[in-house]
């Protein structure tokens, strides 16, 4: 009765009121579709750096405000969290307890015990959390996922490659670049990841900088993951192959090939399929916006965004086997 009155309220208002936690590359972007959204108002931005939250403010017409609780108490019926990855338990407990739905950006939290707070508070709040793992929103991402709907996938392979980042980061390639990916394996097969084989090296950074990862899903499929920031240009693939088709796509140039009716000799039929030319944040956000309204489980659930978080740790910690299945990536409630 909680959820469906607070979802209810936001959803009956003319304008969803957002506002955005954290003024970096992200945010800036969250921030500028937020304000040309319809039925969106974007309230304000919260960022320590003053002159860059008033910068950003000033360019589209809302407030600037020094931290989230400023933030949250502008009246924001939603907010998006693109602050640094440590400080998302913290701040999202917090907009929760103020009955805030939210966007968390990927990876959920630092750790899968974090993230699993976090979307308990969420359930038991009522409020909608999603997760943005904006890679899914890629027109080229969802022309693949439309190719191989109702097909027997045998195995999916992802590159994504370019060079070091000028940012100074915390987290390696797995966690930066990786987990968008294995997010995608999880979406493309509907299967949670049980087998992890990774190999990893640091060659510039003190964090890993090249992964090569190996994965086994519950229905049987193989994936793998080829990812490094040593590679002097970016580089977005996907190839899927099923039991009648094969399927590549380029993340960056959108396009996408389908290749199929293959014959004994050899032969077989290619065609270019269809892609939108949507922008995947906007496309995000409006997935946001209309599970607030819609009462409905968003696009990219918090659980969706753990059981992706683990799939990573796991790879980063060496293990073979994923141990957590199913049943075991049900949230538990914090004490």
């Not at 969802?142 to 996938?153: C, F, L, P, Q, V």
């Not at 997935?287 to 799939?311: C, H, K, Q, W």
Request: glycine fraction near 8%; proline fraction near 4%; aromatic fraction near 4%.
């Amino acid at each position: 009765m909680m959820e469906e009155q607070k979802r209810g309220n936001a959803g009956s208002k003319s304008h969803v009121r957002i506002g955005v936690i954290g003024a970096g590359i992200m945010g800036q972007n969250h921030a500028r579709v937020l304000a040309e959204l319809p039925n969106v108002e974007l309230v304000g931005i919260a960022d320590p750096n003053r002159p860059l939250a008033m910068k950003v403010a000033k360019a589209l017409g809302c407030e600037a405000v020094a931290d989230h609780k400023s933030l949250i108490e502008l009246d924001v019926d939603a907010v998006i969290i693109a602050a640094p990855t440590h400080l998302h338990h913290q701040v999202a407990l917090e907009a929760i307890a103020s009955g805030k739905h939210l966007l968390v950006e990927k990876p959920i939290a630092t750790t899968v015990e974090e993230g699993r707070t976090i979307v308990g508070a969420a359930r038991r709040a009522g409020v909608t959390l999603m997760i943005g793992h904006v890679e899914r929103f890629n027109p080229a991402v969802e022309a693949i996922k439309k190719a191989i709907k109702g097909e027997n996938i045998l195995s999916v392979a992802i590159t994504r490659v370019g060079p070091f980042p000028p940012r100074m980061s915390n987290v390696g390639v797995v966690i930066d670049l990786a987990v968008h990916d294995i997010d995608l394996i999880r979406w493309f097969t509907e299967s949670e990841i049980v087998e992890v084989q990774p190999q990893l090296s640091s060659v510039r950074a003190t964090r890993e900088d090249i992964a090569l990862l190996q994965f086994r899903t519950a229905n049987g499929v193989l994936a793998n993951i080829n990812t490094n920031w040593l590679t002097p240009f970016k580089a977005r693939t996907v190839h899927v192959a099923t039991e009648h088709k094969y399927v590549i796509g380029d993340l960056i140039t959108r396009q996408v090939t389908e290749c199929s009716g293959f014959k004994e000799d050899g032969s077989y039929s290619m065609k270019h399929l269809s892609v939108s030319h949507a922008e995947p944040l906007r496309s995000e956000l409006i997935a946001f916006v209309t599970a607030i309204r819609s009462g409905d489980a968003p696009a990219v659930t918090g659980e969706e965004g753990v059981a992706s978080l683990e799939v990573a740790i796991q790879c980063l910690s060496g293990t073979e086997t994923v141990t957590t299945r199913k049943a075991a990536l049900r949230v538990v409630d914090s004490k």
